[in-house]
């Protein structure tokens, strides 16, 4: 809908095919965020969806009586809601191509594939990041009162969330892509993203983790964890590229 | 037919080799000890006490287990192999988009899920008898876990697309992505911390390498007659669909 409103130039001048690219992904990521921001479906849903998670932590929590220091595990608590909330924002971003038509229109425009993948997928990492600001100040509110110092640097805990967005956009994209043309759309989704997620979701919670924690050697299981989320980002990101062309034509 | 014929003859063979296996196991093979375990209280089990004293009740340590290793790291490491046949034919299908290379990654994506029950069953087994527990989180165990969820979900993603070719796509495009956990897991015991043995860096006896090889070929053989034998069912099916298709025409 809005590839539209991007400037068109006056005269066809030849242009480099680099420009080209990225005039076309900046559409398309355009496209997405316009749309977010008209109907706020996405934040909104996700939103509360890490909400309810909260609350479920309480109840999962409220029999481990006071000596029991959530900050110990926080950073898998808020793993497992950002995994819970990407799912249903993966889900929800390629529905909408599908039910729409959009993703037909996309394939019919002179758009390279690999263009389309890491739009939506740069789109995905936006929406959760957005997410995890969110949630991060929530959940502190909620469970981290006592603990009122953080053991490692405050600049460590974004540095985590963001290597672990774009895992999980990068894999999230190409098998929600997948999943929205089976039959069991979500569960199709969650059966596929978990087990594959599995190395990346170890690797970002050692690193949170250690952001949160502090204490002994805190910084160097940080850097080696956050090595090795940028290993599985760049292999993931490099396969599910190569894989998106066939994946997305058939 | 002559595919079908093979197979049969692969499955007697590896049938009586992996048998020949099993009883050298436990007559030629060299029975390995693993020394003493020193425990608080008496037990209740069949190995024999050596010493009472001050300190515990000193048991032999369980050598029995050890004998799991001929049956569990050949069907380990086929299942492995077998897993990088499907993967492979998954590759040759997204290049040819041929039919043919499609049914071939799904058999071979069989197969591994029969080796991996077997592999984690027997595994199952080991760990209760050397551990004293059933599961344990550790790197190979999980990695392994995990592993065989991804196959699990290859089969879950192929039954719910209707569309043959589609159908044929996705599930190649997720059997490659899905490969990429098996070398994290078969080298992750050398990589990092692991209670989980390295058997072949500790050195080896001949006696005890002679079962075990010929368990693993017993073990291959098997599976190529597990596979070969479905494809064989898979082609007559393919044949009586043309057939029902031209009386109704």
């Known amino acids: 809908m809005t590839v539209a ?9 030849r242009q ?9 992904f900046k559409a398309i990521l355009r496209k ?3 749309m977010e921001l008209r109907t706020k479906e996405m934040v909104t849903s996700m939103g509360i969806y890490a909400l309810l998670t909260m609350v479920i932590y309480q109840v999962a929590l409220s029999q481990a009586g006071t000596a029991f220091d959530p900050r110990d595990i926080a950073a898998g608590l808020l793993w497992l809601a950002f995994v819970f909330t990407s799912m249903l924002g993966l889900n929800r971003s390629l529905v909408h191509e599908k039910d729409q038509g959009c993703l037909e229109a996309l394939l019919l425009s002179p758009v390279d594939r690999p263009i389309i993948f890491f739009a939506k997928a740069a789109g995905n990492v936006v929406f959760l990041l957005i997410v995890q600001a969110l949630t991060i100040p929530v959940f502190a509110f909620l469970f981290l009162q006592r603990a009122d110092q953080y053991g490692g640097d405050l600049w460590m805990i974004p540095l985590a969330l963001a290597g672990g967005a ?3 956009a990068g894999v999230g994209t190409l098998l929600a892509t997948m999943s929205v043309n089976t039959k069991g759309k979500d569960f199709v989704l969650a059966v596929l993203f978990v087990p594959l997620m599995y190395p990346l979701l170890l690797a970002a919670v050692s690193a949170t983790s250690a952001a949160v924690l502090g204490g002994d050697g805190y910084v160097q299981q940080f850097w080696s964890s956050m090595a090795l989320v940028a290993a599985y980002d760049a292999i993931m990101l490099v396969a599910a ?7 997305i034509g058939a | 037919m002559r595919q079908l014929k093979v197979a049969l003859v692969m499955l007697l063979i590896g049938g009586v080799l992996t048998t020949v296996a099993f009883v050298m196991a436990f007559t030629t093979a060299e029975m390995q000890r693993f020394g003493t375990v020193t425990v608080d209280e008496p037990l209740d089990t ?17 050598w029995f287990s050890q004998k799991i290793f001929y049956f569990h790291v050949p069907v380990a490491e086929a299942s492995f192999l077998v897993f990088g046949v499907a993967a492979f034919y998954s590759i040759r299908f997204l290049m040819r988009r041929r039919k043919e290379f499609d049914t071939k990654a799904r058999l071979a994506m069989e197969t591994a899920i029969v080796f991996v029950t077997l592999t984690m069953i027997t595994g199952i087994l080991w760990t209760r008898a050397a551990w004293g527990v059933w599961w344990e989180w550790e790197p190979r165990l999980t990695t392994y876990f995990i592993m065989t969820l991804m196959m699990i979900g290859y089969f879950v993603l192929r039954n719910s697309i209707e569309d043959e070719e589609r159908r044929a796509t996705y599930a190649a495009a997720f059997g490659i992505i899905a490969f990429i956990n098996a070398p994290i897991s078969f080298f992750i015991t050398r990589l990092i ?15 005890n390498l002679i079962p075990f090889i010929i368990a693993q070929i017993g073990m291959l053989m098997v599976g190529y007659a597990i596979y070969a034998i479905r494809a064989s069912e898979v082609r007559l099916e393919e044949r009586v669909d043309v057939l029902k298709d031209a009386l109704e025409g």
């Open chain 1, 5 to 13: 409103d991007t400037p068109t130039p006056p005269a066809p001048a």
């Open chain 1, 16 to 24: 480099t095919g680099a420009s080209l690219s990225w005039r076309q």
């Open chain 1, 32 to 34: 997405d965020i316009v």
């Open chain 1, 166 to 168: 774009i895992g999980i």
């Open chain 1, 241 to 247: 590229f190569a894989l998106y062309e066939f994946v």
């Open chain 2, 46 to 62: 069949a190995f024999p006490l050596m010493e009472v004293s001050e300190r515990g009740y000193t048991y032999e340590r369980p």
């Open chain 2, 193 to 207: 911390p692991s209670s989980h043995p390295v058997v072949f860096q500790s050195g080896f006896a001949t006696s």
